[in-house]
């Protein structure tokens, strides 16, 4: 009997076939003991940076979990939380932040706003954006690991709040950035395909940026791809499209099409860089087919209205620029809070126009915590082990 190759059976069988062998696969890897986490990354992965830099977002941020603002653009926990309790490791400390931090679990080195390409902007101008870009988070990784070692060798508190030196191989990188590199050039006044035509030289220095962390010892990443931002409150209402370019979710097809091709190119970067970096083991994320998902069927995984901000003021989306979430007005000599928070966001997919919700964000790990979403299909706790 002669066997037909994959590509000739019947596409469910195909499927099965190929599932039965990730599974099998899966069950024969042991799983990994990652000593800590080194994340990158933006607002989606900011657990202190840029409030340690630039001062933290005030009540109600943060109300859900902690209770109080937490130094993360969110009202609760963010998805790099939930990997980090998933590994059995303490929430991580920003880079930044000195006060209180313990970084022998790892550091995290992502800040709001931040972009992969440094821009020609700064922070507090319309449409500015972090000043902590990619190359300057890998600058920070770098002091970081050096100077580390130098002290922990002192001993005494060092040695508890300090990694050890061999932490650093054991790791696992994780990359949660490029959101903002596509929303950077909308801002300035860029065509999606001027935008598209950027993709490239910001795809290259991410390349470049994995390169640098392997040669310092990394060799376990989780590099998550960019979310639909044409879906995302504050994009719609800032730069509205015709209504021919809305989809039946309600999201603004040109701005999810550049994201899809932001992702696609980003694969590939990741298919050469296992080519060339051949210790290391590359999960590649694909979290816009999760939160897309999501948004487009919101009530039926038990959430509400996807495209409203849960924390904002006024307008179709709740969204306002100039009065965001937890925005006070004085009205004769009283404070009055506008933006105000939903009655309860577990129920909500957007928190403040631009991030998700905790809730949103456990659902969105929820999801790719088994590998489900992976490029190799492989869990979060066997992401060590290299691509075959």
Not at 47 to 73: D, I, K, N, V
Not at 156 to 168: C, I, M, S, Y
Not at 259 to 274: I, P
């Amino acid at each position: 009997m002669i066997m037909k190759p994959l590509s000739k059976m019947v596409p469910g069988i195909t499927l099965v076939l190929v599932l039965c062998v990730c599974v099998g696969l899966t069950n024969s890897l042991r799983e990994c003991h990652f000593p800590a986490i080194f994340n990158f990354g933006d607002s989606n992965s900011d657990t202190g940076g840029l409030s340690a830099a630039f001062g933290q977002p005030g009540p109600p941020f943060g109300e859900s979990f902690f209770h109080h603002p937490a130094s993360r653009y969110c009202d609760g926990r963010l998805v790099v939380d939930f990997i980090a309790k998933k590994l059995g490791l303490p929430y991580l400390n920003a880079y930044l932040d000195a006060v209180g931090s313990n970084f022998s679990h790892g550091a995290n080195f992502a800040t709001a706003g931040s972009t992969i390409r440094p821009q020609n902007t700064t922070l507090h101008q319309f449409g500015g954006f972090s000043p902590f870009s990619l190359d300057v988070q890998f600058n920070q990784f770098n002091d970081f690991q050096r100077r580390t070692q130098i002290f922990r060798n002192k001993g005494g508190v060092f040695e508890k709040l300090l990694p050890k030196a061999q932490d650093f191989s054991r790791a696992l990188y994780t990359f949660d950035i490029g959101q903002n590199d596509l929303t950077a050039g909308y801002f300035h006044n860029m065509s999606t395909d001027q935008v598209r035509a950027c993709v490239p030289d910001v795809l290259a220095q991410f390349k470049n940026t994995i390169k640098y962390v392997y040669s310092h010892g990394g060799r376990s990443f989780w590099i998550h791809n960019t979310g639909p931002v044409g879906c995302l409150p504050y994009i719609m209402d800032l730069h509205p499209v015709k209504a021919h370019e809305v989809d039946k979710a309600g999201c603004a097809k040109p701005y999810n099409e550049v994201a899809q091709f932001f992702n696609r190119e980003l694969k590939e970067a990741v298919v050469q860089l296992r080519k060339k970096l051949h210790s290391a083991s590359i999960t590649y994320v694909d979290v816009y087919s999760v939160k897309y998902s999501l948004i487009s069927q919101a009530k039926k995984h038990g959430f509400g209205e996807p495209l409203r901000a849960c924390c904002g003021h006024g307008g179709k989306y709740n969204y306002n620029i100039h009065i965001g979430c937890g925005a006070k007005v004085k009205v004769h000599g009283k404070e009055i809070l506008l933006g105000k928070p939903c009655e309860d966001p577990s129920v909500s997919v957007n928190w403040d126009g631009v991030h998700f919700t905790e809730a949103a964000n456990k659902w969105v790990f929820d999801q790719i915590v088994d590998g489900s979403f992976s490029d190799p299909p492989i869990p979060l706790n066997m992401a060590c082990h290299k691509h075959p």
